[in-house]
């Protein structure tokens, strides 16, 4: 009896949680190692179908950075990164869409289907929902450096206001396509950022590797404000592959998103945890503090 009084407890804790999220939209970012591990998979699956089944909108876009360097591998194509972000010429490219649309995505649509979601798999090419254009151009406004690494100048919500307010899940690879009908590889936690402001979601979360954005001791920063996560990029205390995912959350915060949460997607449930509990994990970005 006193362990169904503890479950009981941890329901009631949730109530205020899901009411004030009720039919509001939460956008997850999926990537680390919790899209490896097969007990993170399922987690992460659970509590994305808990949270539409409890009247919450949630949107997932994925990344596939390990999928895509293994594909290369096997070209033999060497995997090569300026800031964070994947060069990607046009053989690059070629090969990263059909990892990140034709595998990847795949695999997490069915994974969330088995445990009892109804996933439906686009990207950015579908209905024109992420148009984008080069991030680098050269003189002649054609892909410098970094290739067709894609800049996102417009989110056409429309198909996934539509989807969400039905009874689906969206799963969104991150490619883009230009005005010509050209594909972009877009860094996921940028086109998670982007939607989540296209779509005024409640929340954006970034599932990671990491338990959150620490200080230059090591220490985990449990909320900061958009201008300290600025200023910690430009003293480089926020340095590498981080830097897209702290610019993400930056910018989700100033377009109108009202948290932004980097967690630690090596934890089971890690999701739940954060909406529904008190205390939280991980980090949460503001606008202005709360």
């Given at each position: 009896?006193?362990?169904?009084?503890?479950?009981?407890?941890?329901?009631?804790?949730?109530?205020?949680?899901?009411?004030?999220?009720?039919?509001?939209?939460?956008?997850?970012?999926?990537?680390?190692?919790?899209?490896?591990?097969?007990?993170?998979?399922?987690?992460?699956?659970?509590?994305?179908?808990?949270?539409?089944?409890?009247?919450?909108?949630?949107?997932?876009?994925?990344?596939?950075?390990?999928?895509?360097?293994?594909?290369?591998?096997?070209?033999?194509?060497?995997?090569?990164?300026?800031?964070?972000?994947?060069?990607?010429?046009?053989?690059?490219?070629?090969?990263?869409?059909?990892?990140?649309?034709?595998?990847?995505?795949?695999?997490?649509?069915?994974?969330?289907?088995?445990?009892?979601?109804?996933?439906?798999?686009?990207?950015?090419?579908?209905?024109?929902?992420?148009?984008?254009?080069?991030?680098?151009?050269?003189?002649?406004?054609?892909?410098?450096?970094?290739?067709?690494?894609?800049?996102?100048?417009?989110?056409?919500?429309?198909?996934?206001v539509n989807l969400t307010k039905d009874e689906f899940?969206?799963?969104?690879?991150?490619?883009?396509?230009?005005?010509?009908?050209?594909s972009y590889n877009i860094n996921a936690d940028t086109v998670a950022g982007a939607v989540?402001?296209?779509?005024?979601?409640?929340?954006?979360?970034?599932?990671?590797?990491?338990?959150?954005?620490?200080?230059?001791?090591?220490?985990?920063?449990?909320?900061?404000?958009?201008?300290?996560?600025?200023?910690?990029?430009?003293?480089?205390?926020?340095?590498?592959?981080?830097?897209?995912?702290?610019?993400?959350?930056?910018?989700?915060?100033?377009?109108?998103?009202?948290?932004?949460?980097?967690?630690?997607?090596?934890?089971?449930?890690?999701?739940?945890?954060?909406?529904?509990?008190?205390?939280?994990?991980?980090?949460?970005?503001?606008?202005?503090?709360?």
């Open positions: 009896m006193e362990e169904l009084i503890k479950k009981a407890g941890i329901l009631i804790e949730a109530l205020p949680y899901i009411q004030k999220l009720y039919d509001k939209t939460v956008v997850i970012k999926y990537g680390g190692n919790a899209m490896i591990n097969e007990d993170l998979k399922h987690s992460v699956m659970e509590d994305v179908t808990l949270l539409k089944y409890v009247g919450m909108h949630p949107v997932v876009v994925h990344g596939g950075g390990p999928d895509i360097s293994a594909a290369l591998s096997t070209y033999q194509i060497e995997s090569k990164f300026v800031g964070g972000l994947r060069v990607t010429d046009a053989e690059t490219m070629r090969i990263a869409q059909m990892v990140l649309v034709g595998k990847t995505n795949k695999e997490v649509v069915s994974l969330l289907n088995q445990n009892g979601g109804k996933a439906v798999g686009i990207c950015g090419i579908d209905g024109s929902l992420i148009e984008c254009e080069p991030i680098d151009k050269d003189s002649d406004g054609n892909p410098g450096e970094l290739g067709f690494v894609g800049k996102i100048v417009n989110i056409n919500q429309k198909l996934l899940i969206p799963v969104i690879a991150p490619v883009g396509v230009d005005a010509k009908g050209q989540a402001a296209a779509l005024g979601a409640e929340k954006l979360m970034f599932l990671t590797d990491v338990s959150g954005v620490q200080d230059k001791d090591g220490n985990v920063i449990y909320e900061m404000t958009a201008a300290q996560a600025s200023k910690m990029i430009e003293d480089g205390t926020i340095s590498g592959g981080m830097i897209p995912k702290v610019r993400g959350c930056v910018e989700a915060t100033m377009q109108g998103v009202n948290r932004v949460h980097i967690i630690d997607g090596r934890i089971l449930h890690a999701i739940l945890l954060e909406i529904f509990t008190d205390a939280g994990i991980g980090t949460m970005f503001t606008r202005t503090g709360a």
